[in-house]
């Protein structure tokens, strides 16, 4: 059975600071995504991963993926208020996606 | 930008109930899923579901779950007896595909989600 752990779950970080999320699955995998959720609200589509080493960048966030490793990280730099929401990885397994618990993130003024 | 849309946004019921709640996916998706969120907890799949049929379902989804395409645009989750346990966030989503299966790549469109709260 694929698991996909999060962490840290809650991160309270302060404007201008840098964090990164990680992502640990536990089988092998030839996708893994991040989603962003604000709260109430439905999943946004943030970055999809397909192979090993495989780094992409939108504004503030970066997110990489280690096959190897079955590990990603979600970098945020100089994070603002406006990022703060929970964001989730899921890995594909077949057709199914597997959800990490979630990273709940608020960034502080 | 073409996206998913679910109907209704709140459902209220009684405890057991039938409930159906509706989806229509991306107009050229072939392939459709639903996800159940508790409040508060992660996102859990329920069912994939690929030329008119199921693909692949979860332990959850038990034999009070049935899914359905009745005509060309919609795609319908049933619970047939509700249960305090059902209330959540259900979101319906959907992925294009070519004939060859799931390409790599393709990223899965949810919608707004459905909150069900049984009483």
């Known amino acids: 059975e694929l698991k996909v752990e999060q962490n840290p779950l809650f991160l309270s970080m302060q404007e201008g600071k840098n964090y990164t999320i990680y992502c640990n699955y536990s089988t092998t995998s030839d996708r893994l995504y991040w989603y962003r959720q604000d709260p109430g609200k439905s999943l946004e589509s943030l970055f999809v991963?397909?192979?090993?080493?495989a780094v992409k960048q939108e504004g503030r966030l970066m997110a990489s993926l280690d096959t190897k490793a079955r590990l990603s990280t979600l970098h945020i730099t100089a994070a603002v208020h406006d990022l703060s929401a929970t964001y989730f990885c899921?890995?594909?397994?077949?057709?199914?996606?597997?959800f990490g618990e979630g990273t709940q993130l608020t960034v502080n003024p | 930008e073409p996206e998913v849309t679910q109907t209704p946004s709140h459902q209220v019921t009684q405890m057991g109930q039938e409930v159906i709640l509706r989806c229509v996916p991306i107009s050229n998706h072939l392939y459709f899923y639903w996800y159940r969120q508790i409040l508060g907890q992660k996102v859990e799949f329920l069912v994939s579901?690929?030329?008119?049929?199921?693909?692949?379902k979860s332990e959850i989804f038990d034999d009070q779950f049935s899914v359905e395409r009745p005509d060309g645009s919609n795609f319908t989750l049933k619970i047939r007896s509700t249960k305090l346990e059902d209330s959540a966030m259900y979101f319906c989503a959907s992925i294009f595909v070519r004939t060859s299966g799931v390409r790599s790549g393709d990223t899965q469109y949810f919608g707004p989600g459905t909150r069900l709260t049984v009483l």
């Open positions: 899921a890995v594909a397994s077949g057709s199914r996606l597997t």
């Open positions: 991963l397909l192979s090993n080493g």
């Open positions: 579901f690929y030329n008119n049929e199921i693909s692949e």
